[in-house]
């Protein structure tokens, strides 16, 4: 049975709550040296209920929905979700949202970071380009941040026998480079076939952020 065929037998689950933070719901693919970008949509983090219990949970939701509703933390929300079928592929617990609706919008007062505002685009996302992000200084003071993002990492170590793989998360910052929050933290150790490993050193997140300047 097919991961679609799966879920189309399950009943999605009803939840509520306040979101405290939206952020990009990206998946990485690396291969040894090479990565790329599956850009599936945005993480909903609520407190509230889902299934008749009271907890913090997230929710993945599609770029249509973002660009209809603009959610963004302080709003009052709900709708219904199914658990995911691979949580090794999603950053969030619950995905293919529908029936959303904001009941109540408020503004919080920030001063940021973290930015809490509504989040720009995947593809401005996608143009602004990303650095690595310490997973301690993420949980501490990045998981309510627009420019944060937890992504499911899928790793295939032969390219040769693309079935042998592993999964991991990896956090990564796309906000701007003179936010006085942001540790780089430890550089990544990509596996590959045969024991071999290849390290993504500094250069590869200047490059990939040279188009910006310090505040952008």
């Known amino acids: 049975m097919s991961v679609a065929d799966a879920d189309s037998t399950k009943a999605k689950l009803s939840w509520r709550g306040e979101i405290v933070a939206v952020q990009p719901r990206i998946r990485l693919m690396r291969s040894f040296d090479e990565r790329s970008h599956a850009y599936l949509g945005y993480v909903l983090r609520l407190h509230g209920h889902i299934a008749g219990a009271a907890r913090e949970f997230t929710v993945g939701i599609g770029k249509v929905a973002q660009a209809k509703h603009a959610f963004r933390a302080g709003d009052e929300t709900d709708g219904v979700a199914l658990p995911v079928a691979d949580p090794r592929l999603e950053p969030v617990e619950y995905y293919k949202a529908s029936a959303l609706k ?76 003179s936010c006085p929050v942001y540790r780089a933290g430890p550089t990544r150790k990509v596996p590959g076939r045969r024991g071999m490993q290849w390290e993504e050193e500094d250069w590869v997140d200047e490059e990939a952020t040279a188009h910006r300047g310090p505040d952008d």
């Open 102 to 177: 904001i009941r109540e919008r408020r503004v919080l007062a920030a001063v940021a970071p973290p930015w809490l505002g509504v989040p720009p685009t995947l593809e401005a996302y996608r143009e602004r380009g990303h650095r690595r992000l310490d997973t301690r200084t993420y949980e501490a003071k990045c998981r309510c941040c627009i420019w944060g993002c937890r992504m499911p990492v899928e790793i295939i170590l032969d390219k040769w026998n693309p079935t042998e793989k592993r999964y991991r998360f990896e956090t990564f910052c796309y906000g701007p480079k």
